[in-house]
């Protein structure tokens, strides 16, 4: 995510109590199941998912008075952040009629615009009360997207953040993860009603241009890993780590002028292969075409228990296409992952401030991914600055030629949430196919990945590979595929062991 995410009015609802729980609506989990793979096939899990709290009807515990309206707080109900937090009930929600929200089988469709509703935020669940947790170091995440009609100034995103596990359930918050608490990211969001069980009425202000969002004092900050940011322009893969998670206020929270100063790099260290030399790689007709599904597969790769890259492949109609290679002054060899050595490379080749490595880099990122991070889904548009850092020209006024600018074909006004909430309403998103496990098994090159197939190796014959001398590499270390030049055999005893085209690694 890279500015703040906006947010709905419910004020024409009907039920609710604040972080307390209201029982006009009855809640129900719309079902999406995922999948877990090893080497030896893929196991189904029954996951469901559930909207963020800040989209639901806030109203008083005893009756059907809202606790928020527009951006604004009942100042009888809401005098100071105990009582507000004691008086208020957040309630069920309506995901498909209410908020555009619908699945089926393994498949999750964001409507963008719904009656008075805009944008929609879901997390994956294990259970009615717990968040799933994904622990993906050394692991590899795959899903399918069909973003064909999710157009300029739209974010279809699937995004993994530190949340606490059942939405941070205590005293105060008796919601918890079954009503989607918990939310934090890497922008240290000011606009969430509750942080840690306690309104953030604080000081509340109302958003200049969005008539449903405001920010209070505190902010909330966590790990961020961005697997997807897209629409059918341009997608970004981007890690973003903080040095503490948690409630900030102050210079803490990296607003402003003190963007680079806070506990978290809002920035991230970016792949978006647009913007990283290569226009013609994916988009509407493209080798990625945005025009039909495709599968995303993107890899943790840990050779020593420590991140050290994270991959990206696409499948399209049983092809397998390596990521594109960066075509930048300034990063030479080409390189079609993130590294430390690319994010420093292209910080220094784009001018831009370092915030990834200077919060600990891909290190602190694996640290966060072996914790254990929560799912998130999201269509939104930018009230803060139009998509135009993810699929046009940013900042705006910046010249074409300018290293990094140009991030996408979209236009430097196409992005402005009028326009996009007034033309592009019927927009959305549909997320698929759900799979995570043993790198190399979460995918296939020969099926369209909806199968309940292992994925991972196929049945092309690609010798493993040989020894070429030097070091061998570590248990768990890369130890061939293609474009990979290390050592290509494994430290006694491993073996090194072919997971497909692009990975095989000592085991
Ligand atoms: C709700 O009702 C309870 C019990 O009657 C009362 O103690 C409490 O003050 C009421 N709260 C609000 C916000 O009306
Ligand atoms: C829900 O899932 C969590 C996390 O996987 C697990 O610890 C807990 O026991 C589960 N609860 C129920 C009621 O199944
Ligand atoms: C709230 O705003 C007032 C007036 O600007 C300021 O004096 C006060 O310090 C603010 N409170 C917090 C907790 O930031």
Same mark, same amino acid.
């Given at each position: 995510?890279?500015?703040?995410?906006?947010?709905?009015?419910?004020?024409?609802?009907?039920?609710a109590y604040g972080q307390q729980v209201g029982t006009q609506v009855t809640e129900n989990h719309p079902q999406m199941s995922s999948q877990k793979c090893t080497a030896s096939g893929c196991t189904t899990l029954s996951t469901a998912v559930v909207l963020d709290s800040n989209w639901r009807w806030l109203h008083s515990v005893n009756s059907t008075t809202n606790c928020y309206t527009g951006n604004t707080w009942d100042k009888t109900l809401?005098? %100071?952040?105990?009582?507000?937090?004691?008086?208020?009930?957040?309630?069920? =929600?309506?995901? +498909? !009629?209410?908020?555009?929200?619908?699945?089926?089988?393994?498949?999750?469709?964001?409507?963008?615009?719904?009656?008075?509703?805009?944008?929609?935020?879901?997390?994956?669940?294990?259970?009615?009360?717990?968040? #799933?947790?994904? #622990?993906?170091?050394?692991?590899?995440?795959?899903?399918?997207?069909?973003?064909?009609?999710? +157009?300029?100034?739209?974010?279809? =995103?699937?995004?993994?953040?530190?949340?606490?596990?059942?939405?941070?359930?205590?005293?105060?918050?008796?919601?918890?993860?079954?009503?989607?608490?918990?939310?934090? %990211?890497?922008?240290?969001?000011?606009?969430?009603?509750?942080?840690?069980?306690?309104?953030?009425?604080?000081?509340?202000?109302?958003?200049?241009?969005?008539?449903?969002?405001?920010?209070?004092?505190?902010?909330?900050?966590?790990?961020?890993?961005?697997?997807?940011? &897209?629409?059918?322009? &341009? &997608?970004?893969?981007?890690?973003?780590?903080?040095?503490?998670?948690?409630?900030?206020?102050?210079?803490?929270? !990296? %607003?402003?002028?003190?963007?680079?100063?806070?506990?978290?790099?809002?920035?991230?260290?970016?792949?978006?292969?647009?913007?990283?030399?290569?226009?013609?790689?994916?988009?509407?007709?493209?080798?990625?075409?945005?025009?039909?599904?495709?599968?995303?597969?993107?890899?943790?790769?840990?050779? $020593?228990?420590?991140?050290?890259?994270?991959?990206?492949?696409?499948? #399209?109609?049983?092809?397998?296409?390596?990521?594109?290679?960066?075509?930048?002054?300034?990063?030479?060899?080409?390189?079609?992952?993130?590294?430390?050595?690319?994010?420093?490379?292209?910080?220094?080749?784009?001018?831009?401030?370092?915030?990834?490595?200077?919060?600990?880099?891909?290190?602190?990122?694996?640290?966060?991914?072996?914790?254990?991070?929560?799912?998130?889904?999201?269509?939104?548009?930018?009230?803060?600055?139009?998509?135009?850092?993810?699929?046009?020209?940013?900042?705006?006024?910046?010249? =074409?030629?300018?290293?990094? =600018?140009?991030?996408?074909?979209?236009?430097?006004? $196409?992005? %402005?949430?009028?326009?996009?909430?007034?033309?592009?309403?019927?927009?959305?998103?549909?997320?698929?196919?759900?799979?995570?496990?043993?790198?190399?098994?979460?995918?296939?090159?020969?099926?369209?990945?909806?199968?309940?197939?292992?994925?991972?190796?196929?049945?092309?014959?690609?010798?493993?590979?040989?020894?070429?001398?030097?070091?061998?590499?570590?248990?768990?270390? #890369?130890c061939g595929g293609q474009g990979f030049s290390g050592p290509t055999c494994c430290s006694s005893p491993f073996t090194c062991k072919f997971n497909n085209a692009f990975y095989s690694q000592c085991l």
């Amino acid at each position: 995510m890279f500015p703040t995410t906006s947010l709905i009015s419910l004020c024409f609802l009907a039920v609710a109590y604040g972080q307390q729980v209201g029982t006009q609506v009855t809640e129900n989990h719309p079902q999406m199941s995922s999948q877990k793979c090893t080497a030896s096939g893929c196991t189904t899990l029954s996951t469901a998912v559930v909207l963020d709290s800040n989209w639901r009807w806030l109203h008083s515990v005893n009756s059907t008075t809202n606790c928020y309206t527009g951006n604004t707080w009942d100042k009888t109900l809401c005098p %100071d952040p105990t009582t507000c937090t004691a008086n208020c009930a957040l309630d069920g =929600a309506d995901y +498909g !009629g209410t908020y555009g929200i619908s699945s089926s089988g393994n498949a999750l469709t964001l409507k963008f615009v719904t009656g008075a509703n805009i944008g929609s935020r879901v997390y994956l669940m294990a259970n009615q009360t717990n968040y #799933q947790m994904f #622990q993906l170091l050394n692991q590899e995440f795959s899903f399918d997207v069909d973003m064909s009609n999710l +157009g300029c100034g739209l974010n279809g =995103a699937l995004y993994l953040s530190e949340m606490p596990v059942d939405g941070g359930m205590s005293a105060t918050n008796k919601a918890g993860a079954k009503y989607g608490t918990g939310y934090c %990211d890497s922008q240290c969001p000011h606009d969430m009603k509750f942080i840690g069980g306690v309104a953030n009425i604080v000081n509340w202000t109302g958003a200049a241009t969005d008539p449903n969002s405001g920010s209070g004092t505190f902010g909330t900050c966590c790990n961020e890993m961005d697997i997807w940011e &897209a629409n059918k322009n &341009a &997608a970004a893969y981007t890690p973003h780590v903080c040095t503490t998670n948690g409630k900030c206020t102050g210079v803490d929270c !990296g %607003d402003g002028s003190d963007r680079a100063n806070g506990l978290c790099d809002k920035d991230g260290c970016d792949f978006n292969s647009y913007r990283m030399g290569d226009p013609s790689f994916l988009g509407p007709g493209k080798t990625v075409d945005t025009n039909s599904k495709f599968t995303v597969v993107t890899q943790f790769v840990a050779p $020593s228990g420590t991140l050290t890259e994270i991959r990206r492949l696409y499948v #399209q109609n049983g092809k397998v296409i390596t990521n594109s290679n960066t075509n930048i002054a300034g990063i030479s060899p080409a390189v079609n992952s993130i590294t430390d050595d690319f994010c420093n490379a292209q910080k220094k080749a784009f001018g831009d401030t370092n915030s990834f490595e200077s919060r600990g880099g891909l290190a602190a990122m694996g640290k966060a991914l072996a914790r254990g991070m929560v799912l998130a889904l999201s269509i939104w548009d930018d009230h803060t600055a139009g998509m135009y850092w993810l699929d046009s020209t940013y900042p705006t006024d910046a010249s =074409a030629s300018q290293p990094g =600018a140009v991030r996408g074909p979209c236009s430097t006004t $196409s992005g %402005d949430p009028k326009t996009v909430e007034s033309t592009e309403g019927s927009n959305q998103v549909i997320f698929s196919n759900i799979k995570f496990g043993d790198i190399g098994t979460t995918f296939s090159s020969t099926g369209t990945g909806t199968g309940t197939g292992t994925g991972g190796s196929s049945s092309t014959s690609t010798a493993p590979p040989t020894n070429t001398g030097g070091a061998c590499a570590a248990q768990f270390a #890369q130890c061939g595929g293609q474009g990979f030049s290390g050592p290509t055999c494994c430290s006694s005893p491993f073996t090194c062991k072919f997971n497909n085209a692009f990975y095989s690694q000592c085991l």
